[in-house]
């Protein structure tokens, strides 16, 4: 199992930018996909993004796509979820997930490891 801590949010005004981290326990971490998802009050879990073992392959949701940047840094065990252009429906409790299948995967249920999520608030 590995261990996630999510950081970096935060309140911020709509077409502002936030940059998320995640970082992970395990030296492992090299071997997973990673993902980030979102859950706001009253709604399930949601895919936002997902990146494969080596950064080759990511992934988005189609709400997010052209504002939101994946990227990971294997060396520091590390991923990153860059926010751009924020909007109000952005705000949501954000979590990286880990996916020891390695590829990245855009469903919840296939992800085996969750952090416990970092507050987004973007205010309008």
């Known amino acids: 199992q590995v261990h996630l801590v999510e950081s970096g949010g935060g309140l911020v005004e709509a077409e502002g930018s936030l940059k998320l981290s995640c970082a992970a326990s395990e030296g492992t971490f090299t071997t997973y996909g990673m993902g980030w998802f979102r859950q706001a009050p009253g709604k399930e879990r949601e895919f936002v993004a997902a990146?494969?073992?080596?950064?080759?392959?990511?992934y988005y949701a189609d709400s997010v796509k052209g504002r939101f940047f994946i990227s990971r840094d294997n060396a520091k065990n590390a991923v990153y979820l860059e926010m751009y252009s924020l909007k109000p429906e952005d705000t949501a409790v954000y979590y990286c997930?880990?996916?020891?299948?390695?590829?990245?995967?855009?469903?919840?249920?296939?992800?085996?490891?969750w952090g416990q999520g970092t507050q987004v608030t973007v205010s309008s």
């Open positions: 997930a880990a996916d020891r299948t390695g590829w990245g995967q855009k469903k919840v249920d296939d992800y085996d490891d």
């Open positions: 990146i494969s073992w080596n950064g080759i392959r990511s």
